[in-house]
């Protein structure tokens, strides 16, 4: 076991982090899931890849032949520009189709945002204690009253998150001794990236 300080918790919600928890998780996994749909080929597209390569490779041995096989490779070429147009097309509906799936996921993403941020405004998922904090659990803080002692010993247990997360502070508007506590958007973000740096690692196996 790695050796740490207990964490003097004051107030904790513990059914609303379970929600934000789950929500965080079925979010990232649909997100996920439609991002990888829309970056899928149609299997028309793979379809007519393989053809326009089996051309390619069947008109470059043609012209090997030479002047013997000029009208043979004369057709296949007008037979691989006519691939090359319909697959253009392919790629161009594919592209459309794509970014279409980023834009949804994104604004999707930020009305999911938006509703938990309006939902949970000013209330604190988790609030230290600042009565409770040991002065040698602070690394040297020379915390003067309780609320120092909550901020000082929350950014050590978070830093450097603490001090460079610019969505930690903004999950933390509205909250009473924000610095001290933890908000609905930063426990719903965290259960995002803890499943998909859980995804990434499974795409990488597979």
């Known amino acids: 076991m790695i050796p740490h300080p207990s964490i003097p918790v004051g107030q904790i919600r513990p059914s609303d982090i379970m929600i934000l928890l789950g929500l ?15 970056k899928s080929k149609s299997s028309s597209m793979v379809t007519l890849e393989l053809e326009l390569k089996e051309l390619q490779y069947e008109t470059a041995r043609k012209r090997r032949l ?25 790629q161009e509906l594919f592209q459309t189709r794509t970014d279409k799936v980023a834009r949804m996921v994104k604004y999707s993403g930020l009305a999911v945002y938006l509703l938990v941020f309006c939902v949970y405004y000013g209330i604190p998922m988790l609030t230290i204690d600042g009565m409770r904090v040991d002065r040698e659990d602070l690394d040297g803080e020379d915390a003067l009253n309780s609320d120092d002692r909550a901020v000082a010993f929350l950014n050590t247990i978070m830093f450097p998150i603490s001090y460079v997360g610019f969505g ?20 719903l973000w965290s259960s995002q990236v803890t499943v998909g740096k859980f995804i990434d690692c499974i795409e990488v196996l597979l």
């Not at 965080?24 to 829309?38: D, K, M, N, Q």
């Not at 296949?76 to 253009?88: D, G, I, P, S």
């Not at 930690?168 to 426990?187: D, F, T, Y």
């Open 168 to 187: 930690v502070k903004i999950s933390r508007l509205g909250i009473p001794n924000a610095r001290g506590s933890i908000g609905a958007l930063a426990v």
């Open 24 to 38: 965080g998780t079925v979010y990232e996994i649909i997100s996920r899931t439609l991002a990888h749909v829309g």
């Open 66 to 90: 030479g002047q013997a096989a000029f009208v043979e490779t004369s057709k296949l070429e007008r037979q691989v520009l006519a691939k090359e147009k319909e697959l253009e097309k392919q």
